[in-house]
T-cell receptor, first 113, second 116 residues
């Protein structure tokens, strides 16, 4: 089945710096790659997603890149702010009967003021 | 903005007891899911449900688990005889599939289950 690896597990950056989180997936049929932000005790919330027919997508300070050949995708956060501190999960989904998401293990991002 | 709602927010139960977690998915969504997150770990897929039947389930979703859509709005997860390792946050989610493309997954706030 699909497996998603995520690195690093923790990331500490100075406010204003950039943060990059990387994920790799195993199923070449995967076609949808969302990123979720989860604050302590809260539900995961979608922050950006990308489909396999594009290589990059940007939304203000957040961008995601996808390399289908290498089967990896990355989240880039620029000009980080303390409120960006949270756990970030990548996920991958394929076209099958259930459209389930397989999540990475999460990255705890700490933005130091 | 429409939301997935879940009840209860927190349930404490004794080992061996039955638990039912309830969810109301977003009204025009067609796919429903249960995910689980053990404290400090990743979100894990349990089961997906479409057209009034299970479409896929994970290895975690053994015979102790069942799902049901008893009416047009509720979607429930039942754990028949809870074990200590069932303690986790259980998230319900729903999505509106767009053609052959996976749609955005909307999560509920979660139901925290504590098994003593």
């Amino acid at each position: 089945g699909e497996n998603v690896e995520q690195h690093p597990s923790t990331l500490s950056v100075q406010e204003g710096d950039s943060a990059v989180i990387k994920c790799t997936y195993s199923d070449s049929a995967s076609n949808y790659f969302p990123w979720y932000k989860q604050e302590l005790g809260k539900r995961p919330q979608l922050i950006i997603d990308i489909r396999s027919n594009v290589g990059e997508k940007k939304d203000q300070r957040i961008a995601v890149t996808l390399n289908k050949t290498a089967k990896h995708f990355s989240l880039h956060i620029t000009e980080t702010q303390p409120e960006d501190s949270a756990v970030y999960f990548c996920a991958a989904s394929g076209v099958d009967s259930s459209y389930k998401l397989i999540f990475g293990s999460g990255t705890r991002l700490l933005v130091r003021p | 903005e429409p939301e997935v709602t879940q009840t209860p927010s927190h349930q404490v139960t004794q080992m061996g007891q039955e638990v039912i977690l309830r969810c109301v998915p977003i009204s025009n969504h067609l796919y429903f899911y249960w995910y689980r997150q053990i404290l400090g770990q990743k979100v894990e897929f349990l089961v997906s449900f479409y057209n009034n039947e299970i479409s896929e389930k994970s290895e975690i979703f053994d015979d102790q688990f069942s799902v049901e859509r008893p009416d047009g709005s509720n979607f429930t997860l039942k754990i028949r005889s809870t074990k200590l390792e069932d303690s986790a946050m259980y998230f319900c989610a729903s999505s509106e599939i767009q053609g052959f493309n996976t749609g955005e997954l909307f999560f509920g706030e979660g139901s925290r289950l504590t098994v003593l």
